[in-house]
């Protein structure tokens, strides 16, 4: 913490003063609370396939191998010039604790590794699954990646970001349940109808839902005091929960049936904890800062992740302003995602277009930007990124 707050301060006066080049994690800091020098750029490294970085290296060595987590990170750090490198750990979602809960994964050597089997078909199963009390297996694992990336690479910041109570839900109930399992629970607390009720109950059990939710609540907490007592940095750790979004649920619904879950995660932290969970438009998010209680409900993520796109993967360009102003007004950085399936496909020209359209009108409107590169898709010339960050670099700037 004393590191990053004398980061924090070197970065202001330096900003304030104009002396000397500011670096990477200090612009990023910057971004946080004003304007750097130019818009910070960021890259999603664990999105990159490892066989694109190096032949010798696939997904079923990356499960199995600490070093060679390691070692692709430090070729993602050697080759790609951009400010802030972002979770550069090839396990999928194996780290997140439920592969260590009995959630079983495919593993090969072509693909991320991804859940097949459940270990939550029951409620009885709810029971068997016991808090760990100390970090083991794959969780461990990650935890020991990260610590020795940092490490190795102190011009890095890695933060802890670990799955909140629904999508680590989803890992140990799986995707196609726990929605329905949601959708029950909502149907019988929503009605008064006693002969709707016992036809849900005829249909599936209501309250295994919210079992399951409690559940994942108190692992959501305990992973990530484990990943304190690890050594691991509390500050910008995030409790994520990308799939508690459109399609798969409404903001009204999220507020209702998920949200209370990870708001006892966030008290259990002293409201410490960021929380990520995508917002679907600059309409949506000014409806909820105008319309919804502050404090958890006001934990944005100012991103345009999940925001509607063109057939190329490009969000579209009417939300730019409305999604910088407000960004703007609430004095937030905003971060622009740059999806790989548009880079993959599109011309060097075509990557100009873009980066000169989203940073000449944060530049003009003087809001805090940041650009990420994520879903790097196989078969996507690597050289893109650096190509993209030069752009960022000759447009991006206050």
């Known amino acids: 913490m004393a590191n990053l707050m004398l ?10 003063l104009h002396i000397g080049e500011l670096s990477g994690i200090e612009r990023f800091m910057l971004a946080q609370i004003g304007l750097p020098d130019r818009a910070a750029t960021m890259l999603a490294a664990t999105n990159i396939e490892p066989y694109m970085l190096d032949p010798k290296y696939d997904w079923k060595l990356t499960v199995e ?5 390691i070692a692709l990170a ?7 010039d951009c400010d802030l490198i972002l979770a550069p750990i090839w396990q999928g979602t194996m780290g997140m604790g439920a592969a260590d809960l009995g959630t079983g994964y495919k593993i090969s050597k072509e693909r991320v590794p991804y859940p097949v089997e459940y270990p939550i078909k029951t409620m009885e199963d709810i029971q068997n699954i016991k808090l760990p009390q100390e970090a083991t297996g794959y969780l ?3 935890f020991d990646i990260t610590a020795e990336i940092q490490r190795r690479h102190p011009e890095l910041l890695l933060p802890v970001w670990l799955d909140g109570p629904w999508d680590l839900a989803m890992l140990l109930r799986g995707d196609d349940k726990l929605p329905l399992d949601m959708r029950l629970h909502k149907d019988y607390v929503e009605t008064d109808d006693p002969i709707r009720k016992e036809k849900i109950r005829k249909y599936g059990d209501p309250d295994i839902y919210p079992a399951i939710m409690e559940l994942t609540t108190q692992l959501a907490i305990r992973i990530f005091e484990l990943a304190f007592k690890h050594g691991l940095p509390s500050t910008g750790a995030s409790l994520v929960d990308q799939y508690a979004a459109s399609p798969i649920m409404g903001r009204p619904d999220y507020v209702k049936y998920v949200l209370p879950y990870i708001k006892k995660v966030w008290l259990h932290h002293n409201k410490k904890l960021g929380i990520a969970a995508p917002i679907s438009s600059p309409i949506e998010m000014r409806r ?3 319309t919804e209680p502050a404090g958890i409900n006001h934990q944005l993520s100012w991103s345009n992740y999940i925001f509607p796109t063109t057939p190329e993967g490009v969000s579209l360009p009417e939300y730019d302003r409305p999604a ?4 703007k007004e609430y004095k937030k950085n905003f971060m622009y995602v740059i999806h790989g399936k548009f880079l993959r496909d599109a011309s060097e020209q075509e990557i100009d277009a873009l980066v000169k359209r989203v940073c000449s009108l944060a530049v003009e409107l003087r809001t805090s930007l940041s650009i990420m590169i994520s879903a790097v898709p196989p078969g996507m010339d ?3 990124i650096n190509l993209t960050f030069n752009f960022v670099r000759k447009y ?3």
């Open 288 to 290: 909820i800062l105008e």
């Open 140 to 142: 461990k694992m990650n």
């Open 396 to 398: 991006g700037r206050y």
């Open 74 to 80: 430090g070729m993602v750090c050697k080759r790609f």
């Open 65 to 69: 191998s600490p070093e060679a987590n």
């Open 7 to 16: 980061t924090m301060l070197k970065a202001v006066a330096k900003g304030k």
């Open 324 to 327: 910088y102003e407000l960004a």
């Open 382 to 384: 690597l050289e893109k």
